[in-house]
Structure formats: structure tokens, C-alpha cells
């Protein structure tokens, strides 16, 4: 079945660091990617997605580049602040998987300023 | 406009009581989805619905769960007889498009279950 994996947290980064968050995924089909972020007390919310090979997501200073090769969608930023403080969780829909996002444990963003 | 909205926030069940939770999507939406998110956890899918009809219940863990969404609007996620495992937050999205995985969902804020 379909599945994604990524980096155990908590990540703890200094402000102006450069931050990666791996993601890898299973998936039968052509999957669309995404990245999802929580912030401390508010609901899960969208931050970028791709949807073919080669595409690149980007949103907010944060990128993420679908790489079939590799079955990667790796997340980054060249410069976190404080407020990036999140959890974030990388997902994919599959049409081949009934339209069910499927989403990775979550990666606990720590950052000090 | 208005996002998504979920009720109660927080709702304290004792073991085999009832519970209804409460999911009203962004206007216009024609897909509906349950998730269930555990601590420290990340979403799992419980159900699906394309206005009201349920496409998918292949997540939902035991026949003690169920979803309806009579009008294509709507839904709620009942658990009978709660059991301490239901304890975790229920999490309702909307999406507004049907059959096309690249279309984002939109999340509310949950419903944190706790079964004492």
C-alpha cells in the first residue's frame, strides 16, 4: 500500500539556520506530494505541494522538489525563523489509492532565536 | 469565508458512552474525510465522503464507528460505546474538487476525544 516516511523529530535549529526535513514515500500510480504544517494551537494547513516528477513546491521561503527517482520530497529553507516553529508532516494522494492523503508521523520544528 | 468547523473542541466520554462529533465543511465542498490523529501521531485516514455518499470507510476501525453525511453537507462521526483506544483528536477536512488527488485539503481545527 501506499506509505511516507520521514524524519524522526524534534529538529532544534538556530534562527538563520538552513533546515532539511527528509521525506520519502511508497506509492502505486502518479501521487501528488505535499507538505503540511501545524503551528502551536491552530489546525493543519497546506504549506506547498507538487503534483508531477521534476515539479518544485514553494511557499513561504520553504521548498520541496518531487523526485521519482529517488520517491523523495524533501523539505527545505535556507534561513528558519522562530515563527517556523511547527510540526510538519508530508503527505501524498495517490489516484490509484482512492483519493485518501496519506500523511508521515510529523517532524517537530524547534527553533531558537 | 468561513473554513472548516468542528464541534465540540474537546468532549470527555466515560467508557461506553456514546459520542457524536460534529463536522461542517467550507461551503461548496463536495469532499468530506474523517482522520484520526493520535499523539505525537500523524493523521489516519478513517472515511471518505464525495457529497453524500460514502466512498471509502476502509480506515475506520471497528463497526462501533460511524459516519454520515446525509445532505451532502454535514457530517457527523458517531463512536458507540467508547473504549479508552478512542481516546485522540478527530480531524474533519474538506476538499473541493472530486476524483483529483492534487487538490489540497482544508482542515479544521479537530475534536479532542478523551475516554476516561
Known amino acids: 500500500g501506499n506509505s511516507v516516511t520521514q524524519m524522526e523529530g524534534p529538529v532544534t535549529l538556530s534562527e538563520e539556520a538552513f533546515l532539511t526535513i527528509n521525506c520519502t514515500y511508497t506509492?502505486?500510480?502518479?501521487?501528488?506530494l505535499f507538505w503540511y504544517v501545524q503551528y502551536p494551537g491552530e489546525g493543519l494547513q497546506l504549506l506547498l505541494k507538487a503534483t508531477k516528477a521534476d515539479d518544485k513546491g514553494s511557499n513561504k521561503g520553504f521548498e520541496a522538489t518531487y523526485r521519482k527517482e529517488t520517491t523523495s520530497f524533501h523539505l527545505e529553507k535556507g534561513s528558519v525563523q522562530v515563527s517556523d516553529s511547527a510540526v510538519y508532516f508530508c503527505?501524498?494522494?495517490?489516484?490509484?489509492?482512492?483519493?485518501?492523503?496519506?500523511f508521515g508521523a510529523g517532524t517537530r520544528l524547534f527553533v531558537k532565536a | 469565508g468561513a473554513g472548516v468547523s468542528q464541534s465540540p473542541r474537546y468532549k470527555v466520554a466515560k467508557r461506553g458512552q456514546d459520542v457524536a462529533l460534529r463536522c461542517d465543511p467550507i461551503?461548496?465542498?463536495?469532499?468530506l474525510f474523517w482522520y484520526q490523529q493520535a499523539l505525537g501521531q500523524g493523521p489516519e485516514f478513517l472515511t471518505y465522503f464525495q457529497n453524500e455518499a460514502q466512498l471509502d470507510k476502509s480506515g475506520l476501525p471497528s463497526d462501533r464507528f460511524f459516519a454520515e453525511r446525509p445532505e451532502g453537507s454535514v457530517s457527523t462521526l458517531k463512536i458507540q460505546r467508547t473504549q479508552q483506544e478512542d481516546s485522540a483528536v478527530y480531524l474533519c477536512?474538506?476538499?473541493?474538487?472530486?476524483?483529483?488527488?492534487?487538490?489540497?485539503?482544508?482542515f479544521g481545527n479537530g475534536t479532542r476525544l478523551t475516554v476516561t
Open positions: 506509492a502505486t500510480g502518479y501521487p501528488s
Open positions: 477536512a474538506s476538499s473541493d474538487t472530486t476524483l483529483r488527488g492534487s487538490s489540497p485539503l482544508h
Open positions: 503527505a501524498l494522494t495517490s489516484n490509484t489509492g482512492g483519493f485518501k492523503t496519506i
Open positions: 461551503s461548496g465542498h463536495v469532499s
